[in-house]
Each structure stands twice: as C-alpha cells, then as structure tokens.
C-alpha cells in the first residue's frame, strides 16, 4: 500500500492538486506528501484538508517552497508540517496561530526562510500560550528582531511544551538576546536553543553563557 508520495519541482498548482487529491481520498496507508516547489497556492491547502483531514495515518506533511497561507492547516491530523519560505504573509500566519491554539497532534513545525517578523513572532508566542504538544519550532531566518524575541520570550515563559526553538539566521542581536532569555530563565523545559548567526556581541555572549549555566539548556552561538 501506498506509505509515501514525494512531487517536488514540479507545475504542479492548484488545478493538478485537484487531481492527485481525489485520487488520494480513500488511501488509508499514507505516512508522509511531500510537495515541495510545486507552484501551490492556498486552494491547495484546502483541498489537502478536506481530503487529508480525518487520514490519522498521516503525519508529515511537507509544503516548502511554495506560495501558501497557514488558512486550512487547523483542519490536518499531523504531527510534522514543513511550511519554510511559502511567502505566509501575516494573514496566513494569524490563521497557522489560531489554529495552533487548539491544535493536538503536531509536535514539529518548521516555518524557517518565512517574513514572520515580529508581529508574527507575537502572534505564534500568544498561540504556543495555550497549545500542549508543540516540541520542536523552526524559526530559521524569519525577519525576526529584537522586538519579535521579546514577544515570544514573554509567551514561553510557562509553556511546558517546546523543548527546541531555532531562531537562527535572525537579527534580535543583544537586545533581542537578552530579553528572551530573560523570559526563559525559569522555563525549565525548553532544552535546545539556536541562536546561531543572530548579531549578538559581548553582552549577548554573556547572557548565553549565564543563561546555560544557570538552566542546562544548550544553546547554539554559531561559533
């Protein structure tokens, strides 16, 4: 039976999702889609959602590389969604932090190469408030600065889900640094933390070093 489908680098668009939707609608097997690069837009989460929804088989679905939105993904069972550099935009990632909230299955999402900025960062921070099951988060090179890294910071503080964040590849610098781990100094969960390549100097360096003295956490500086 059919575990696996891979269509990367491809026209595939929304009209040929239509198509290998359907003829997904009664497997029962599949494991993991992978449709990376394949010219999506946000009909074709829909799609995958009123087809996907209630396959409790499914549990890695990977959408990098193409131009989607975070609307529909609140209706997909999974525990791993791969959704880097899709241009989310802010509508689609108020929609992926909403369905967040109330989201059980997925336990790894990666929203890395995305414009979260720190509007984003706050609203993904407020969704990991009340959401349990969350362990691995990638925010990779997502126009995150100082401001974004407070946000998130003050909404993890007592999540006692998240045991990896990567923040890598943004520029928080010291300031953004300092208040993160100012808000996570007590949060005694979170266990790997990459912050590799996001401009912190001397007082960031400090802070790090502190802060994995103090926690156990391991934190990566990129050097």
Do not use: P
């Not at 006692?160 to 520029?171: H, M, P, W």
């Amino acid at each position: 039976d059919l575990a696996t489908i891979k269509l990367v680098s491809m026209s595939l668009g929304d009209v040929g999702m239509q198509y290998v939707a359907e003829g997904l609608r009664n497997n029962t097997t599949l494991v993991e889609i992978s449709f990376s690069n394949t010219e999506l837009g946000s009909e074709s989460v829909r799609i995958l959602a009123q087809v996907l929804g209630n396959k409790t088989a499914l549990t890695t679905l990977v959408l990098r590389e193409n131009n989607i939105e975070g609307d529909g993904i609140q209706h997909l069972t999974l525990t791993t969604l791969e959704i880097g550099n899709i241009d989310i935009g802010e509508e689609g990632i108020r929609h992926l932090a909403d369905a967040l909230k109330t989201n059980n299955t997925i336990t790894t999402l990666d929203l890395g190469l995305n414009k979260i900025k720190d509007e984003g960062a706050g609203y993904l921070g407020a969704a990991l408030r009340d959401n349990k099951t969350l362990d691995k988060l990638d925010l990779g090179s997502c126009e995150i600065e100082a401001e974004g890294a407070r946000l998130l910071g003050n909404e993890l503080r007592n999540n006692k889900s998240l045991t990896s964040l990567k923040l890598s590849g943004n520029s928080i610098k010291d300031e953004g640094v300092q208040h993160l781990l100012n808000a996570l100094e007590n949060n005694i969960i979170l266990n790997d933390l990459d912050l590799a390549w996001t401009e912190f100097e001397e007082d960031g360096t400090k802070a790090i070093d502190a802060y994995m003295e103090k926690t156990g956490c391991s934190v990566f500086k990129g050097f």
